[in-house]
């Protein structure tokens, strides 16, 4: 088993303490390619990406990161063959029976999101009682994405804000953004600062689609098997070197603000 590395062992890749992202997201894709590669089969990049998420956590908790989201199984991942399934979930059992101690340990809080009503009964019962117990922990909140979606998350969303404007305890002027988030999933949590998906893809495959509105993208060859703690901080560099607008543009210090004419004709 590959264990964690304190972050002193990476001086080169230093970051400035006060721009560091509240909330970090991974996509942790790139598993079956890293077996492949190798002659293995594909559960055996699933149990090595356990060393990964590990690492990551480890290594979030040492920076101060408050909160990080991790995409273990999407709405989608049903459809994967049914011996893949029965396999992810055997794993994600045996980690929520192993992780309790050293979870409390470094007071770390166990949250999930997800229609977790699909996940089989004994890895439900484990899950409950893992989150229950590390609820009062505050150290770092890690956020399991379980059989989760993000349209099934925006449709449940709309469906709990449509139940209330026609139970007449909401008028459709009284929804808006701020709302819809109180209403998603994600409801107690800030929306991630970055994302981070490994093995090369480009694409968001169905996660957070609200959350993600102003998330700095960050994309890596890295397979998520091999994913350490220099490649989390590699991530973080990135981040931290660009310039987040959220849709805005620093005005010239010559700049006039535009009249309402001005704007109506462009």
């Known amino acids: 088993m590959v264990t964690s590395l304190p972050l002193s062992d990476f001086p080169q890749l230093s970051l400035d303490p006060a721009r560091l992202p509240r909330h970090i997201a991974v996509v942790m894709d790139g598993n079956g390619r ?53 396999f992810l979930m055997q794993l994600f059992h045996r980690y929520l029976l192993t992780e309790g101690k050293r979870l409390m340990k470094r007071g770390i809080r166990l949250l999930t999101i997800g229609d977790t009503e699909r996940l089989p009964a004994r890895v439900r ?30 449709v449940a969303a709309a469906r709990r804000i ?29 929306d991630p600062d970055l994302l981070i998906r490994t093995s090369g893809e480009q694409r968001i495959s169905n996660f957070f689609l609200y959350q993600l509105a102003y998330t700095e993208l960050y994309f890596t060859e890295t397979l998520w098997p091999d994913f350490r703690e220099r490649d989390l901080l590699q991530a973080i560099a990135a981040y931290q070197s660009r310039e987040r607008r959220f849709g805005l543009v620093a005005a010239e210090s010559n700049d006039e603000p535009l009249t309402s004419r001005e704007l109506s004709t462009g």
């Not at 893992?130 to 989760?148: K, P």
């Not at 449509?162 to 949590?189: C, F, H, I, N, Y």
């Open 162 to 190: 449509a139940r209330s404007v026609a139970d007449g305890l909401l008028t459709p002027e009284q929804v808006d953004e701020g709302l819809v988030s109180k209403t998603l999933m994600t409801a107690d949590v800030p």
């Open 34 to 86: 890293w077996a492949m590669r190798r002659g293995l089969p594909r559960h055996e990049g699933h149990r090595r990406g356990k060393d990964s998420v590990r690492a990551v956590v480890e290594a979030a908790r040492e920076l101060g990161i408050p909160f990080l989201t991790l995409f273990v199984f999407s709405h989608e991942n049903w459809h994967r063959p049914l011996t893949e399934v029965r």
């Open 125 to 154: 019962s484990a899950l409950d009682e893992l989150v229950e117990l590390t609820r009062e922990n505050r150290r770092l909140t890690v956020l399991l994405a379980l059989s989760y979606g993000g349209r099934q998350d925006i």
